[in-house]
T-cell receptor
Framework: KNQVEQSPQSLIILEGKNCTLQ??????????LRWYKQDTGRGPVSLTIMTFSENTKSNGRYTATLDADTKQSSLHITASQLSDSASYICVVDDMRFGAGTRLTVKP | EPEVTQTPSHQVTQMGQEVILRCVPI?????FYWYRQILGQKVEFLVS????????KSEIFDDQFSVERPDGSNFTLKIRSTKLEDSAMYFC???????????FGPGTRLLVL
């Protein structure tokens, strides 16, 4: 059973709109939770890092939240751009990867 | 900006052959990782390496796999006898220390025929 589940599997939004991606995990305890952006055929690129005690972390238009009680994290993308089209991956403790959310931003 | 580099970018090999994938992590980084991603699937952790020894490994990382840091810059992944199911993109990554940004390399696409 996968310990990191992401939803939705895919998402299409219009340029300029906001969106929120979800990550539910069962790993406990854990040290850190990361969000990555991965373009097709490329290596993942770090967006945010949170320790188990942090609730929120921002990086430009990306804001990640973490609720350790419900074991949920979210990634909010503000004012989406065409270049945001990619897969977004949630990772717990550098070892447990979600399957990712495939985001497509359309003009 | 410093980056993780990997060679080769692509490798095609015959089943049963040995392959060595090479990585040059960012200098002064202390933690090193190998991951793989089968086409269309999620990234999977293989092994982490710190202070010249394996710190964690997954069940995928069986006796056919080994890692080495032969000098101060290179970090290699060896697959002794490749199988068809080893076909994947292999990513190397490194972290300076602690819970800091993890940098991934561009990957090596391995195809086993």
């Amino acid at each position: 059973k996968n310990q990191v589940e992401q939803s939705p599997q895919s998402l299409i939004i219009l340029e300029g709109k906001n969106c929120t991606l979800q990550c539910n995990y069962t790993v406990s305890p854990f040290s850190n939770l990361r969000w990555y952006k991965q373009d097709t055929g490329r290596g993942p690129v770090s967006l945010t890092i949170m320790t188990f005690s942090e609730n929120t972390k921002s990086n430009g238009r990306y804001t990640a939240t973490l609720d350790a009680d419900t074991k949920q994290s979210s990634l909010h993308i503000t004012a989406s751009q065409l270049s945001d089209s990619a897969s977004y991956i949630c990772v717990v403790d550098d070892m447990r990867f979600g399957a990712g959310t495939r985001l497509t931003v359309k003009p | 900006e410093p980056e993780v580099t990997q060679t080769p970018s692509h490798q095609v090999t015959q089943m049963g052959q040995e392959v060595i994938l090479r990585c040059v992590p960012i200098s002064n980084h202390l933690y090193f990782y190998w991951y793989r991603q089968i086409l269309g699937q999620k990234v999977e952790f293989l092994v982490s390496f710190y202070n010249n020894e394996i710190s964690e490994k997954s069940e995928i990382f069986d006796d056919q796999f080994s890692v080495e840091r032969p000098d101060g810059s290179n970090f290699t992944l060896k697959i002794r006898s490749t199988k068809l199911e080893d076909s994947a993109m292999y990513f190397c990554a490194s972290i300076a220390f602690g819970i800091q940004t993890q940098y991934f390399g561009p990957g090596t696409r391995l195809l086993v025929l």
